[in-house]
């Protein structure tokens, strides 16, 4: 596949482990690389697949495809115009409840088993994105995490997780995930002037029908409904953003930038570290 000249660009969906060889062997062969998070099993291995990209000359995603989706367009947007006043706290999670598989890539720490890595990325990345929208800039890295987890007893991966997070400014954050829990999968945004309630912030509406999310003001009596229409589904977004990053010749896809992804890895792998899971 690799030394066929009509391929242009290869999406990297293994299991996280593998993901730097097949990454770095793709962009080697003039390849663009739309990559699952997260990136990869180490900060070096991201600096060897960012390195590789610049080498080569060709896009490197990290395939966040709720970063793509107008609805995340739009909260972002209301809390850049202070739609909540003077952001204060976020609340973050995503979790499931998954049958236990020993050998199974959830599970196990060979395969980068684990709540942390698989899901608890999404609300970590959903609150950076979303202070960095407060204080103007693409995304915000915590100054400080403190974490707890559950360990499963066999496979030793974390079965649950929780992340205390702050931020420049004192704004704080609270982010969960699991593999064995099941848990309301929201994000909820709160303020000096009001609230903001994302009931599906991450797989969203992936047949492209409209979404909505809860909007409470100071002063008012109930929250103010927001329709949100999309014209295509969730990962239709997702590869049409990468597909115009190709075509203007970027290196990088803006809703997903490289910085980013170094950020939120470094606060995953601390929130692991925490927690006592070890993938070295």
Partial sequence: MLADAAVDAVYVATPHPMHCEAVVAALAAGKHVLCEKPLGMSLAEVASMHQAARTHQRTLMEAWMYRCHPQTERVAAM?????????????????????????????NRQLGG??????????????RLLVGAAQGRPFADPTELKAVGVLHPESGSDAQASALLRFAGDITAEVSCGTWVMQQNRVRIYGSEGWIEVPSPFVISPDGSPTSIGWQRAGEAEPEIITITAD?????????????????????VPQCPWADTRGNMAAQFEWCRQVGVDYA
């Fill in 79 to 107: 809390v850049r115009k202070g739609a909540v006043g003077e952001l204060r706290h976020l609340q973050g999670t995503f979790s499931f409840n998954a049958p236990f598989a020993p050998a199974g890539r959830l599970w």
């Fill in 114 to 127: 684990g709540g942390i890595l698989d899901v608890g990325g999404y609300p970590l990345s959903y609150v």
């Fill in 232 to 252: 295509r589904s969730l990962y239709a977004y997702e590869a049409d953003a990468f597909a115009l990053a190709v075509r203007a010749g970027s290196l990088e």
